[in-house]
């Protein structure tokens, strides 16, 4: 049986209005189109579902039965829109996302706050994770996007732009390194240094800018996530190197930055997402915030 939408609104609006002419005013339609609807209705069902009189129009038996059902469908229809144009207008809705603990304690609690004060009905799901994770975690649905450092996205995967990341120097306080405005890679040679493992792609980084600048650095200490990197350089047990992005979070601790130069090495932070698939209203408007969170972001 297939009945139609207009069917249905001129069935309900008719039994409502128990009449032809005030249901087709109701609908802004001819009487003549308002009664083909219902004919057309009648025909599928093979019931006559009203009785008509020259004076009123009346449910019969099995237009009786039928108006609770048609009454049903057009209410859950009008919610079900009522609801994807709340989605569609940013009121509400579920956003997953997967990033580095670093960035997960730096940048994005701040922003998290700020979109929601802007979406309230938006729930914004953090999954804190390491960085050779996030890739598996959008690949298998499990979060919308995952932000972070990746040199290949794989062919399932798209990666687009977020921001432009430099390394820095991170030094205790009262550092003879902090007395320069800048410090050139050269200049860390013989200085205790604290690095990360080699299974940390910002730790292989770096190894690799020491190797490239011919410097030898003092290793004291070797770590596998930067915020004990943070920790221990807040504790005075060597200097190290940070992505520019983590340079807020050291203002509460007995840290100092200063530029590494000679070279500035550059990153590319960026989404990614699961390539083909769309992201839904609430996801894209995260997305589209942060864009414009980060260009602010010191």
């Given at each position: 049986?297939?009945?139609?939408?207009k069917q249905?609104?001129a069935?309900?609006?008719v039994?409502?209005?128990?009449?032809?002419?005030?249901?087709?005013?109701?609908l802004?339609?001819?009487q003549s189109?308002v009664?083909?609807?219902?004919?057309e209705?009648?025909?599928q069902f093979?019931?006559?579902l009203?009785d008509?009189?020259?004076r009123?129009?009346?449910?019969?038996?099995?237009?009786?039965d039928?108006?609770p059902v048609?009454e049903?469908v057009?209410?859950?229809?009008?919610?079900?829109?009522?609801s994807?144009?709340e989605?569609?207008a940013?009121?509400r809705g579920?956003v997953a996302?997967?990033?580095?603990?670093?960035m997960?304690?730096?940048?994005l609690?701040k922003?998290?706050?700020e979109y929601?004060t802007?979406?309230?009905g938006?729930?914004v799901?953090?999954?804190?994770?390491?960085?050779g994770?996030i890739?598996?975690?959008?690949?298998?649905?499990?979060?919308?996007?995952?932000i972070?450092?990746f040199?290949k996205?794989?062919r399932?995967?798209?990666a687009e732009?977020?921001?432009?990341?430099t390394l820095v120097?991170a030094?205790?306080?009262?550092?003879p390194l902090?007395?320069k405005?800048?410090?050139?890679?050269?200049e860390?040679a013989?200085h205790?240094f604290i690095?990360?493992?080699?299974?940390?792609s910002?730790?292989?980084?770096?190894?690799n800018?020491?190797?490239?600048?011919?410097?030898?650095?003092?290793?004291?200490y070797?770590?596998?996530?930067l915020?004990?990197?943070?920790g221990?350089?807040?504790a005075?047990?060597?200097?190290?190197?940070l992505?520019?992005?983590?340079?807020?979070i050291?203002?509460?601790?007995r840290i100092?930055?200063r530029k590494?130069?000679?070279?500035?090495v550059?990153?590319e932070m960026s989404?990614?997402?699961?390539?083909?698939k769309t992201?839904?209203p609430?996801?894209?408007s995260?997305?589209?915030?942060?864009k414009?969170?980060v260009?602010?972001?010191?």
């Open positions: 049986m297939n009945f139609t939408l249905l609104k069935f309900v609006s039994a409502q209005a128990g009449s032809f002419t005030a249901a087709a005013s109701r802004n339609l001819t189109a009664s083909v609807l219902i004919s209705l009648e025909e093979g019931l006559r009203f008509r009189t020259t009123m129009v009346q449910l019969a038996d099995a237009g009786r039928f108006y048609a049903k057009l209410a859950d229809l009008h919610n079900a829109l009522s994807s144009n989605l569609v940013k009121k579920r996302v997967a990033a580095t603990p670093l997960a304690s730096s940048l609690p922003a998290m706050a929601a802007m979406y309230p938006i729930s799901i953090l999954q804190d994770t390491l960085a994770l890739q598996a975690k959008v690949r298998d649905g499990a979060v919308d996007f995952g972070g450092t040199e996205a794989g399932e995967l798209l732009p977020l921001m432009a990341d120097l030094c205790p306080a009262g550092h902090a007395l405005a800048s410090v050139a890679w050269r860390l013989g205790p690095s990360l493992s080699r299974d940390n910002v730790g292989q980084l770096i190894r800018c020491l190797v490239d600048a011919g410097v030898e650095v003092q290793g004291a070797e770590v596998s996530y915020s004990t990197v943070v221990m350089v807040d005075g047990l060597g200097i190290a190197v992505p520019s992005y983590a340079s807020p050291t203002q509460f601790y100092q930055i590494l130069v000679k070279p500035t550059r990153r989404f990614i997402t699961r390539r083909g992201l839904s609430a996801a894209e995260f997305k589209s915030f942060l414009t969170y260009q602010g972001y010191k």
